[in-house]
């Protein structure tokens, strides 16, 4: 596995594998907040974090489908690394499609900046990360903690760019600041956090555990696990319009990044193929829902194409990354083919109670 041990990219440390064959996550290591609280070391400021993501990664993946619903997209900046990842780890590849430099420092590999961040750094090199380019550090490298930071603390800003001038026009043009969109509302919070966990191991880490076990009995435990989660979350799907009920929440976000993965690479990279998401009643037009969620384009009425959940997803990169990356699962690195998804069609979704907080739009919804 390569990783950073005492500051020095090392590529012959621990095994990730298990002597019984299982698939082990390792704990993240920067674990900061920013908080909306005048004696906090990292407040909520406009202009101030950047985010370093990767399109592939379902977890970096929760932090850009949180930004672009809050609207933040114009006060945390963004880049990107290249989908496939070598012996060297994530790197920066402007030249290619989809791809960004490190706009915070031009480095060349995402290691440089947590070396930056802690010289003496021992931990695995991970997406997302949460930079702060006044302290010049990592404040976080959790997206679970992330989304819930760009979530709950970022609302004074919004509201801020909203009482000026410019962004009061941008406001009105495209919808972009001032949104009211809370993702852990109140009297959903509970149960919110209860169903992150929840899916956590099963479903969004269940994957993993099937494709990277090295053992018959553990990936057929990850497999039973991930499907008879799936199955369950496709019942409750049937009455209601998302995980926590009628509201769009961080718990839905958390879903979907893996749900939109699942039957281009988890089916059949990771051999989680007893079903595809598409052949589930409600989980496929529950993934399409999500997927078709945006802001409203005023004049249209429909999810503008520059704040929508379809733009944060880059099938191409996911792709990529997938099959030439983990060369022990796939050693010729060839991508798979299929399946063409319909991501855009009908879904019918807003017949069920509820809907997006009020300033986002579903397409479906939007055409009735
Ligand atoms: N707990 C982390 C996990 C992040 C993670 O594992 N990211 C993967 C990409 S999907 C990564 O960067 N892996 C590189 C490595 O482990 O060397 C989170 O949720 O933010």
Redesign the pocket.
């Known amino acids: 596995?390569?990783?950073l041990v005492d500051g020095e990219w090392r590529t012959d440390a621990l095994e990730?594998t298990d002597d019984d064959g299982s698939f082990e996550?390792?704990?993240?290591t920067f674990r900061n907040e920013i908080r909306d609280d005048p004696d906090a070391r990292f407040r909520p400021e406009a202009g101030r974090y950047h985010l370093y993501v990767?399109y592939?990664?379902?977890?970096?993946h929760?932090?850009l489908v949180t930004r672009v619903l809050k609207g933040l997209e114009d006060a945390i900046s963004v880049s990107v690394v290249d989908p496939y990842?070598d012996e060297d780890?994530?790197q920066f590849t402007p030249e290619k499609e989809g791809c960004t430099p490190d706009h915070v420092h031009g480095a060349d590999f995402?290691r440089e900046l947590y070396v930056r961040a802690d010289p003496d750094a021992t931990c695995?090199?991970?997406?997302?990360v949460l930079w702060d380019k006044q302290e010049d550090t990592i404040v976080n490298?959790?997206?679970?903690?992330?989304m819930r930071m760009l979530d709950t603390e970022f609302g004074g800003i919004l509201a801020s760019e909203a009482s000026e001038g410019s962004s009061v026009e941008r406001s009105e043009s495209d919808g972009v600041a001032s949104r009211d969109v809370d993702l852990y509302p109140e009297g959903y919070r509970d149960e919110v956090d209860r169903i992150i966990d929840e899916i956590y191991e099963p479903i969004n880490n269940g994957v993993y555990r099937a494709g990277f076990a090295t053992k018959q009995e553990p990936y057929d435990e990850a497999v039973d696990d991930l499907f008879s989660a799936l199955d369950h979350w496709d019942e409750v799907l049937a009455d209601q319009r998302y995980l926590a009920g009628d509201r769009l929440t961080e718990a839905d976000i958390a879903m979907f990044t893996t749900l939109v993965r699942f039957d281009n690479v988890y089916h059949t990279h990771f051999m989680c193929n007893v079903q595809y998401v598409r052949e589930y009643d409600n989980l496929w037009p529950y993934l399409r829902d999500l997927y078709q969620t945006g802001v409203a384009d005023r004049r249209e009425g429909t999810p503008s194409e520059r704040t929508s959940v379809a733009q944060t997803v880059n099938m191409d990169h996911i792709k990529e990354?997938y099959y030439t990356t983990h060369p022990d699962v796939n050693p010729n690195g060839i991508v798979a083919r299929g399946p063409d998804l319909e991501f855009e069609a009908p879904h019918d979704r807003d017949e069920l109670p509820g809907g997006p907080p009020s300033d986002l739009v579903g397409a479906a919804s939007a055409d009735d």
């Open positions: 596995m390569n990783m990730s996550r390792q704990e993240t990767s592939a990664c379902p977890w970096a929760r932090t990842r780890g994530w995402l695995r090199v991970t997406v997302p490298n959790e997206s679970e903690e992330i990354h």
